[in-house]
């Protein structure tokens, strides 16, 4: 017999807060013990899980769908962070949602209209997250920015874990981060980061402006996820943070 789902805690109450979100990604997990992983990931500490969804077209990766998801939200309180990699992604918008998303990211390459598929996630009532990869330039940003709760800083290029992160996304998101300055959007629009993130290279990708750290073999590839976490932390919180 199916659990009911958990409700996911209130995203506002503390996505904004001045501190580095951790964000293991289930595709890491090992999947005929996703419900135990997930369950371990919050115990562990992590502040979402990060879901990412392939179609097998616009990544070259099939993954997982809304059912996946429901399994999940009926395991866990944290946030789901779910990242749409596929093509007309406004298509299944409301059955992530009702799934249990709480985050929904798309990629400007995916959707013929960007605008109208953010604004028809933010009428969901979930929060709105534009993830670009590592060629695509912020410019596709100038006219959704304030709409946004998350840009998504690709560092990999998508479709499958386990990837070298890519040092040529340090430079963007620092300039991403100048920008959400200058528009006075810093405490609005959270960056976050996805590909090859680790314990070797979290402190410079934070350093650059990132608030959001998205960490699949990093921190499910090690013997003890609470310990890599907490470690994880240490080295990327602000020091302000802990007082």
Request: charged share 20%; hydrophobic share 45%; proline share 8%.
């Amino acid at each position: 017999m199916c659990s009911a789902p958990k409700k996911s805690r209130n995203l506002g109450e503390d996505f904004f807060m001045p501190r580095v979100l951790i964000a293991p990604s289930v595709l890491s997990c090992d999947f005929g013990r996703l419900a135990d992983e997930v369950a371990a990931l919050e115990a562990a500490g992590a502040d979402l899980i990060h879901v990412d969804v392939m179609d097998g077209h616009f990544v070259p990766n099939l993954t997982l769908g809304p059912p996946i998801v429901e399994a999940i939200r009926r395991n866990t309180r944290l946030p789901l962070d779910v990242h749409l990699m596929m093509l007309a992604p406004e298509r299944w918008l409301k059955p992530f949602a009702d799934a249990g998303a709480d985050i929904l990211h798309v990629h400007p390459e995916a959707c013929a209209h960007l605008h109208r598929v953010v604004e028809n996630i933010r009428q969901l009532g979930k929060q709105a997250a534009v993830a670009l990869n590592p060629a695509t330039p912020l410019s596709v940003l100038e006219y959704v920015l304030p709409e946004l709760s998350m840009v998504l800083v690709m560092s990999v290029n998508p479709g499958f874990g386990g990837q070298a992160f890519l040092s040529l996304a340090l430079p963007k998101i620092a300039a991403l981060a100048r920008m959400l300055d200058e528009r006075g959007l810093s405490e609005q629009v959270r960056i976050s980061v996805d590909g090859g993130i680790k314990l070797d290279n979290a402190a410079p990708v934070v350093r650059s402006g990132a608030s959001v750290l998205v960490s699949g073999s990093g921190i499910l590839g090690t013997p003890n996820y609470a310990e890599t976490i907490r470690h994880m932390r240490t080295l990327c919180d602000p020091p302000s943070s802990s007082t």
